[in-house]
């Protein structure tokens, strides 16, 4: 926050430098929750220009990953919500892998021709589902375009966050950690993300329902660290949650189911009132 300068020249050397192009995004985000969208968009734009370049070689993440956070930061500074940010980043990067903007021009076929030669087994599989009549290209082009706008979403909302953080360190100390332990989705807009899955089904966009439950699971996460916050408990209790979070599938199944009853009964207004 120095200068407009100095943060144009951070974006783009942080963007060009392999790994390194979340560093771009979260201070594109920065400028932009603090400045506005328009006068923020040098910055932006310096971190996009290598971002284009990366795409050109075949790397989709950066650009990808710098748009939508760009996209959900106008969001949070226009609404203040954190909810309704993370539903349009959501809907953005749906809508990305629906148009196939993760699946460059014959990765498809590369990836089929992969299987085929390297797993005999998923390529029997293939063959008997293209016997029954299903579209195995499309298949593979929504499997890389799913995984893909996965990891682009989650690098996404994590660099909104640290920019969030960045920006409640220099003018809200502990502002961050309150907004996002009161994190939760209102039963509205669990409409929202159920009519786009609905939606997507019936107009045969299966790419548009792919996404829709990350805010939910990011809720989810809020909620647990509102809880721990909550109950004072020591911080090795999130390791602990992330762990089980990454290495055991239910967990995630478990967090989601949390986090929708907690759309519904507000579990951390319930907690205060008790304590």
Same mark, same amino acid.
């Given at each position: ?16 430098v ?26 932006i ?35 203040m ?13 749906a ?17 089929l ?7 005999p ?18 298949l593979?082009?929504?499997?890389m ?41 209102? *039963?509205?807009? +669990?409409? /929202? &993300? #159920? ?6 089904? !019936?107009?045969?966009?299966?790419? @548009? %329902? ?39 599938w *239910?967990?995630? +199944?478990? /967090? &989601? #189911?949390v ?5 519904f !009964?507000?579990?951390?207004?319930? @907690? %205060?009132?008790?304590?």
């Amino acid at each position: 926050m120095q200068g407009l300068p100095q943060a144009m020249l951070g974006a783009a050397i942080s963007t060009l430098v392999p790994w390194l192009f979340w560093l771009g995004a979260a201070i594109a985000a920065l400028m932009t929750l603090r400045k506005g969208l328009a006068s923020a968009l040098p910055v932006i734009i310096a971190a996009t220009v290598p971002a284009g370049w990366w795409w050109s070689q075949g790397d989709v993440v950066p650009l990808s990953s710098i748009l939508l956070v760009t996209l959900m930061a106008v969001v949070l500074r226009a609404r203040m919500r954190w909810s309704e940010a993370l539903i349009v980043g959501a809907l953005g990067g749906a809508l990305m892998i629906q148009v196939g903007s993760f699946t460059p021009p014959g990765s498809s076929e590369a990836l089929l021709e992969q299987l085929h030669q390297g797993a005999p087994q998923i390529a029997t599989m293939l063959d008997d589902l293209a016997s029954q009549g299903v579209d195995t290209q499309r298949l593979a082009d929504l499997l890389m375009g799913g995984v893909t706008g996965l990891v682009v979403l989650l690098m996404a909302v994590a660099c909104l966050a640290l920019a969030r953080s960045w920006q409640a360190g220099l003018y809200n100390p502990g502002g961050f950690r309150e907004e996002f332990h009161a994190l939760r989705l209102s *039963p509205r807009e +669990l409409l /929202v &993300l #159920l009519g786009v899955g609905v939606a997507g089904a !019936v107009l045969d966009m299966p790419g @548009l %329902g792919m996404l829709i439950w990350i805010p939910l699971l990011i809720a989810g996460i809020a909620l647990v660290h509102g809880f721990i916050g909550l109950k004072g408990m020591h911080g090795i209790w999130l390791g602990v949650f992330y762990a089980m979070l990454i290495f055991t599938w *239910p967990m995630i +199944l478990i /967090v &989601l #189911l949390v986090a929708l009853l907690d759309s519904f !009964v507000n579990i951390r207004a319930r @907690l %205060g009132s008790g304590n």
